[in-house]
């Protein structure tokens, strides 16, 4: 059976689960208690912003690019500048899809599995039938 060291992963998303029931519990109980949603939703930024700022100051060592992606937005519409985080997905998409035709390359050519690839199409013709 796996160790502490093995479960490392799952243990976090546990945590992380735990964490997110527990302030929507207390979401929960503090509007009941007639705390206003729009209060709470103050208080919950303030409460961020308290709690992330350090870590910003903190690691603040590459600013960079952060600079250069400023300096994009202003340069740009902001029509551009609105719909560019819309493609990211498309984009990740589009990259993946030519790595993984790079790497199913390499594969067959450095290793000479053509058969195998053969193989796999001829398995996945039988399905798509």
Do not use: H
């Amino acid at each position: 059976m796996g160790g502490w060291e093995d479960n490392k992963l799952v243990m976090a998303m546990v945590g992380v689960q735990l964490c997110y029931a527990g302030a929507t519990l207390f979401t929960k109980a503090a509007i009941l208690q007639g705390l206003s949603p729009r209060v709470l939703v103050v208080y919950r930024q303030a409460l961020a912003t308290l709690a992330v700022a350090p870590i910003a100051y903190i690691s603040r060592d590459n600013q960079s690019e952060y600079i250069l992606c400023y300096v994009g937005l202003d340069l740009a519409t902001s029509s551009v500048a609105s719909a560019t985080p819309n493609l990211v997905p498309a984009i990740t998409f589009l990259l993946a899809s030519i790595f993984v035709g790079i790497i199913v390359g390499l594969y067959i050519v450095l290793w000479g599995k053509a058969e195998d690839l053969q193989v796999i199409r001829n398995e996945t013709d039988g399905i798509t039938k």
